[in-house]
């Protein structure tokens, strides 16, 4: 089982390589007032993790009954 999870995470993980290196250009992103110009590469990766990190605070009980 574990030779499973290590094929599964070593193809994750070449499609997330591939994924980024094609994705090495510069965009610009407007939020309101400001502005960020950064590379798809950053991006991409950067509002997986904030989605997830959201996800898994909106999952939590809240503290307050």
């Known amino acids: 089982m574990s030779k499973i ?3 599964v995470f070593g193809c994750l993980t070449i ?4 994924l980024i ?6 965009v610009t992103i407007k939020i ?3 502005q960020v110009s950064m590379s798809r590469a ?3 990766p950067s509002i997986f ?3 997830v990190v959201f996800g ?3 999952s939590k009980k809240p503290v307050l009954k």
């Open 32 to 34: 309101l007032f400001w």
């Open 21 to 26: 290196w094609q994705n090495t250009e510069v």
């Open 42 to 44: 950053i991006l991409i």
């Open 5 to 7: 999870k290590a094929y």
């Open 56 to 58: 898994y605070l909106a």
């Open 49 to 51: 993790l904030c989605g």
């Open 15 to 18: 499609l997330v390589i591939i």
